[in-house]
């Protein structure tokens, strides 16, 4: 070999190792033999739990409050399987959105723009919404209670929703919720929604004078170093980068997502991991207050139930506590979830249909039993979700009026019309296979209801993809205007039906 080329490949050798030292360092923290077999049989773990699962790639990480255990991506970002995932592919988050947001509204508080116990009429005049149960609803809907899904919103929007891509702006979006029917009376029980984040996130526009899109650049991901976190559709359609999300059937789904506030949000998983180390940190970035710790107590105190906060999910486990949040839709799935005394948290992305927690829960349990974490309960100051603030945990009221007593329940014969089968109708995006049509001709592969008489009561069947949902009875409250038992609005009173606000199809 020539003198010059010897000293060249001497040179490549030495930096070629260097480069693999330090990645070793950044997956495996520190490089031992034992947490590289660890990360190794998580490894397994994950690769078994997409195979089980069907789906064509995800990204995942593991992570303490000051740097990366392990990253890596797994699989193929697009059906030709030419664009691998890595660290960086950029996926939809869906609803762990709904904790961004969340955190966004605490800084707001912290800043003096809003309030968390001020009736959002303050900030939006001309909100009002329909309600059975009291006049004026709208007076008693606080952040607080948006967050804490607590205000008895239904979970879709008419304009805009998860079987309806086809809006034409937020501004729509929103202004559509106005319209909407309340389940219970205002901070009675707990009801999942997205409604209440929608809305978050047109309070945050209001108040700070910024787009909901700039606002989250400039106050929430830019302080977080979160480089390719964004709200920004149009920033995401750039990205060379990106996944889209998978469901069998689905020939093409929405990019654009309707509920900006509730599950806008892309992001990669070393993005997401900075997220959560923030909290893992209670607020701290690059050891310096960004958001005080008084204010995330408060988002992760409970109002109704025990396992939701404001924007995030709580789950006691054995002598500590975890937060966590999951997100799903338009053919995503994803899952973020951490131990605060432990300091230790886990991210999942995925682009397909599967069931993410199990995974990771499993990963960072497997982590403290192996001793690679310990638990040290100084660190939260004696903060406990569950016992710091018991005056503020309702659980469910039991007062909450009956639905079905205050309108008609009886069967009348000029609810004969009613009587049949209606499937709920996909628009804006959704683009179907060619089987998925046939079978949606037969009948099958199709979320639908069934409306139908039993003895002096009339009734509703729901089915997701054949799969049953439960009865409810229906109760008449205007003329057209239906409430199932549980609250819910089945609509007959214009040309368009609507179940739940998603459009129906006889």
């Not at 070793?24 to 034992?34: E, I, P, Q, R, Y």
């Not at 700039?214 to 920004?232: A, C, E, H, W």
């Not at 900006?260 to 991991?273: C, E, P, R």
């Not at 819910?488 to 609507?498: G, P, Y």
């Amino acid at each position: 070999m020539h003198t010059m080329n010897l000293k060249i490949y001497l040179w490549r050798l030495l930096i070629t190792f260097l480069l693999v030292h330090t990645i070793t360092l950044n997956v495996f923290g520190s490089g031992s033999a034992d947490t590289t077999a660890f990360i190794d049989e998580q490894r397994v773990l994950i690769k078994q739990f997409q195979k089980d699962s069907k789906i064509k790639g995800l990204a995942v990480a593991l992570f303490d409050n000051e740097r990366i255990i392990w990253s890596e991506g797994f699989g193929h970002s697009n059906p030709d399987k030419k664009q691998l995932i890595d660290t960086e592919t950029i996926f939809s988050i869906q609803s762990m959105s709904k904790t961004f947001i969340a955190t966004a509204i605490m800084k707001t508080v912290q800043d003096g723009l809003i309030d968390l116990d001020t009736p959002i009429t303050k900030y939006l005049p001309q909100f009002s919404i329909h309600s059975c149960y009291e006049e004026n609803p709208e007076n008693k809907i606080t952040l607080r209670l948006m967050l804490g899904n607590a205000v008895g919103f239904t979970h879709e929007a008419p304009i805009g929703n998860n079987y309806d891509a086809s809006f034409n702006s937020y501004e729509q979006h929103y202004i559509s919720i106005y319209d909407t029917w309340l389940k219970f009376p205002v901070g009675k029980k707990y009801s999942y929604s997205n409604l209440g984040f929608d809305l978050a996130a047109q309070i945050i526009e209001k108040m700070s004078g910024m787009t909901f899109q700039n606002y989250m650049k400039r106050q929430i991901f830019g302080p977080l170093s979160m480089t390719s976190t964004t709200v920004d559709i149009n920033t995401v359609l750039k990205s060379n980068n990106r996944t889209e999300g998978k469901v069998i059937g689905f020939k093409k789904l929405p990019i654009a997502i309707p509920m900006i506030g509730a599950g806008g949000v892309y992001t990669n998983v070393i993005d997401l991991v900075k997220f959560v180390q923030f909290h893992l940190n209670f607020g701290k970035v690059k050891d310096k207050p960004f958001i005080e710790k008084k204010y995330l107590y408060e988002m992760y105190t409970p109002i109704i139930i025990e396992d939701y906060a404001l924007g995030i999910g709580i789950t006691q486990e054995k002598t500590t506590y975890s937060f966590f949040h999951q997100g799903g839709g338009f053919g995503f799935r994803a899952c973020m979830k951490w131990y605060p005394e432990y300091k230790i948290g886990s991210v999942i992305l995925t682009n397909g249909e599967c069931s993410p927690y199990g995974i990771v829960s499993k990963i960072l349990n497997n982590y403290i039993n192996r001793g690679y974490a310990s638990r040290d309960t100084t660190l939260t100051q004696g903060f406990h979700p569950l016992k710091t603030f018991p005056r503020q945990l309702q659980r469910e009221n039991k007062d909450v009026p009956n639905v079905l007593e205050i309108g008609i329940s009886t069967y009348r014969e000029d609810w004969d019309k009613y009587i049949g089968t209606y499937r709920f109708v996909f628009k804006g995006g959704f683009e179907f296979m060619w089987y998925a049509d046939v079978a949606r001709f037969f009948g099958y592969k199709t979320p639908k209801i069934n409306i139908y008489k039993r003895g002096n009561r009339i009734y509703l069947d729901e089915y997701d993809e054949n799969k049953f949902l439960g009865e409810k009875e229906l109760s008449e409250h205007i003329t057209g205007l239906f409430f199932t038992n549980d609250g819910e609005v089945l609509d007959f009173r214009s040309k368009i039906l609507t179940y739940r606000n998603i459009e129906l199809e006889r």
